[in-house]
């Protein structure tokens, strides 16, 4: 029989006395109950749900919707947004505007409905969104209504069980260093769940947000051209009505939903994992778009502040681009229609470098930053665009502080439109782009874990004894400590980036391939070579790994 301790047992005991929520308080009893039983696997799960508390990692918090610290329910929100108005109102904000919206995923409404409520008790003056509306609306809103903060219930793109909770001071970006570790502190100094006040009421926004929002995406194309057939999916999130209208009003009326993933619905049941980048996520959008003969595909995740887009390729399949594709795409089309007179443009560290060759040719400035768009938005002056791999596109940053997956497929579609009236492609133009600043070609290679103490270990072992090759080619290793948990492998034409990833329980290794090309005619046989060394230095990362 396995024994539960007794300080693990006191815990739990005395996270049930203080939780507001019975059917979670149910939940936890019963796991409580098998374990006090001797169950070896409820003492695990026990032990794992009593390992909180969440913290504020890439993108605020995420995890399992389940009872206990570690994980995404009731008694976490109340006392997370306990924290948050403490924190709020001694930095001299009590009282202000703060906006509170949601996804459509398993306790959404709730969260919504307790974080609105602890900070009405608390004189803040609680907006909410009027239905489950994607990110950037959200975004959008702090920035337009000059709120003190804004406040999501989303998990973006986590798998189905997981929720989260995501934080937009009043800049309108999310928070950054010591803020987390601040608000994580007046966390930890607030009452129990069950004592935190809240109000019973707050005022609903109407339309006029999302209107006002689509108004200005609409505005955003900076060609005339607009025949274009599109073929989009929201993955089951909140997208599908506010891209199908933005479209619509930026002039882009040929659109098709993928019907069985337009609804919300926090199961996602025709995909394994709701995130564009996962194999198998769109393979429903690639087929609607080559039965319809479409010129483009665009493909959001559940809250719509990524966007992938899809192409047809040379050999007439489909197939999505990778981030990087794309941000080289948007990089090259906002700057090349840029009237700043010293425009910014950014991407992470794990993003390709081809962006800086970009920005270097129309005398931009660029800024590589952290990974997250809370470092991103804050690059520096002029900010016109910021991008990173995993799909973010942030193309008004005066308007959104944050990634945007609507208004990136608004302005793909005018560069793919502007593109098809002069007969050529998305492809064509990335061919441009390769003859112009070299071949780029990236990819990921990631380890997902269910023991989080399997990354912390990789990482060790790779700053006691890094690589000194990689992919044939001698790389020197730099070690970002302590300003970022990330190892960087950089060699003649070859860098490898390897970090934990902030949102998922994954280590990720991001690779890069360049390799000059001397003229149009050398592209295909360049770009062949390329990708056998590349195809050679993921085999090798994914063994470094232990993938």
Not at 25 to 36: D, G, N, S
Not at 268 to 277: A, H, L, S, Y
Not at 516 to 530: E, F, I, K, Q
């Amino acid at each position: 029989m396995t024994r539960l301790a007794p300080d693990l047992r006191d815990r739990a005991f005395r996270w049930l006395a203080d939780d507001p929520d019975p059917d979670s308080k149910l939940e936890l009893q019963r796991i409580v109950a098998a374990a006090m039983g001797g169950d070896a696997a409820a003492v695990d799960e026990l032990a794992d749900r009593m390992a909180g508390p969440l913290t504020f990692g890439t993108a605020g918090l995420r995890g399992p919707v389940r009872a206990g610290p570690n994980g995404m329910n009731r008694a976490v929100v109340i006392r997370t947004t306990a924290g948050v108005a403490a924190w709020l109102a001694a930095r001299g904000h009590a009282g202000g505007i703060v906006i509170v919206g949601r996804d459509a995923r398993h306790g959404s409404a709730a969260f919504h409905a307790d974080a609105a409520g602890v900070l009405a008790a608390a004189g803040f003056d609680v907006l909410v969104l009027p239905r489950p509306l994607p990110t950037p609306v959200l975004a959008f809103a702090v920035r337009s209504l000059r709120a003190v903060a804004g406040v999501m219930i989303t998990a973006s793109h986590n798998p189905p069980a997981d929720n989260g909770y995501k934080l937009y001071v009043d800049s309108g970006a999310q928070i950054v260093p010591p803020a987390d570790r601040e608000i994580e502190a007046a966390i930890a100094a607030a009452p129990a769940a069950i004592s935190v006040p809240q109000a019973a009421t707050w005022t609903a926004l109407g339309t006029e947000v999302l209107t006002a929002y689509l108004d200005r995406v609409a505005s955003l194309p900076r060609g005339s051209a607009r025949e274009l057939r599109v073929a989009a999916t929201a993955l089951h999130g909140v997208g599908a009505g506010p891209l199908a209208l933005a479209l619509h009003q930026a002039g882009f009326t040929d659109v098709s939903m993928v019907a069985d993933q337009t609804q919300p619905d926090p199961d996602f049941p025709t995909v394994p994992f709701p995130n564009p980048e996962e194999p198998g996520a769109t393979d429903l959008l690639l087929a609607m778009a080559s039965e319809m003969d479409s010129d483009i595909a665009v493909a959001l995740d559940p809250d719509a502040d990524r966007c992938a887009l899809g192409v047809r390729d040379r050999d007439g399949a489909w197939r999505m681009l990778s981030g990087d594709e794309t941000g080289a795409l948007l990089g090259e089309h906002i700057l090349s229609t840029s009237d700043s007179a010293s425009p910014l443009v950014a991407n992470t560290i794990v993003s390709s470098s081809l962006l800086a060759s970009i920005a270097a040719a129309h005398n931009a400035r660029h800024a590589a930053t952290l990974t997250g768009f809370k470092w991103l938005v804050r690059a520096g002056d002029n900010l016109v665009y910021a991008y990173e791999e995993a799909l973010g596109h942030c193309v008004d940053p005066d308007f959104v502080r944050d990634k945007d997956g609507i208004s990136a497929a608004v302005l793909a579609c005018d560069l793919a439109a502007t593109l098809r009236a002069q007969g050529r492609t998305l492809l064509d133009a990335l061919d441009d782009l390769a003859v112009t600043h070299g071949l780029h070609l990236t990819r990921q290679v990631s380890l997902r874990v269910t023991d989080l103490g399997r990354i912390s270990a990789l990482m060790a072992s790779l700053r006691a004894a890094p690589p000194d090759e990689l992919g044939g080619v001698a790389v020197t290793a730099e070690d970002l400590l302590p300003q970022a948990d990330v190892l960087r492998y950089t060699g003649e034409g070859v860098r490898v980036v390897i970090r934990p990833s902030g949102t998922e329980p994954k280590a990720k290794a991001y690779l890069e391939i360049v390799a000059p090309v001397p003229d149009a005619a050398s592209l295909p046989t360049t770009r062949a070579t390329a990708s056998q060394r590349l195809d050679t230095l993921a085999a090798e990362v994914e063994d470094l790994l232990g993938a």
